[in-house]
């Protein structure tokens, strides 16, 4: 009996300290694996083609002014440009409600890729409204930044040229940033344009991926585009104020209004400050830039 007594008693106690483990194993149970990218397109029309269905979806959301369509299209650090200023991912679903978009046509779709980036760049032209004020209805430059994340493509970053004739100081971003972030963000921009204000063309080449896309002025440009310009530009020491910096994994996007004068042939950009937007991938000296959006234009 005593011997029965005693096995019965480890065996319960085994049995308690089993009961107490295995839910505690079960929290340390890994996490299901992550949904795996889908293949890169292998040519450049399945780029373009993935950019257009990107695109067309966005531009679709904001036309309807579906807020839970553009939050599910959205990266938590999502930054957009506009010639108002910058927004962030809240900031993005009020300022498309004020604009009233409606009839949306979108063309000149050209993608490319960065390491795991997406970079569109296309000319949208779409009825808007700012200020009470329509802006002009004829296609502008937009350019955008998608990224794989929880099974989809979603838009890190996004920017609009449509704007008045007239551009209007812009306002400060409401909203906060991720501190260290816009402190890394802040210095690969200032070192980039450091590069172009000083004419060392080998350093500004080697901050620009070859997957760049640029949106200004003059429209859609390339690393090439950018990289030749510079060689003809006479620009101003740049200023860089209202800094937002975001990170979505290897990417760090930067918004800022930016103030440098441009001089290109007869052409004069002024030091007014200027919405701004970079993504750059990578860190530190390793830092290159894949996307970049200027509002400033001709007076």
Known sequence: MIRTSCVAALVSASLAVLGAAVPAAMAQ???APA??????PADQAGLDALGSKLVDGWMKAVVAKDAAALEAQMQPCFQRVSFEGAFDRAGE???????????SKISDVHATRAGDALVVTCQVAVSETAGGSKL???????????TWSDGAWK??????????????????????????ATTDGSAMLARYLGEQRNKDYKA??????????????????LKADIAK?????????????????TRCGTLTIVTCNLAMSQKIGFTSLPADPAPYLAVFQGSGDAAKAIALANTNKPK
């Open 204 to 221: 500004f080449d080697a901050m620009m991926d070859d997957a760049l896309q640029v949106i200004n002025f003059k429209g859609q440009k």
């Open 155 to 180: 838009l890190a970053a996004w920017a609009s040229l449509n704007m008045p004739e007239k551009r209007p100081a812009p306002g400060a971003p409401a909203f906060a940033a991720d501190a260290a």
């Open 136 to 146: 002009p209805g004829k296609a502008s430059p937009r350019l955008g930044v998608w």
């Open 229 to 245: 310009g510079a060689e003809y530009a006479t620009v101003s020491d740049p200023v860089i104020a209202d800094a937002r910096g």
């Open 93 to 103: 679903i009020a300022a498309i409600r004020k604009l009233d978009p409606k009839d």
């Open 35 to 40: 949904a795996a990218q889908p293949a890169w």
């Open 29 to 31: 149970a890994p996490a």
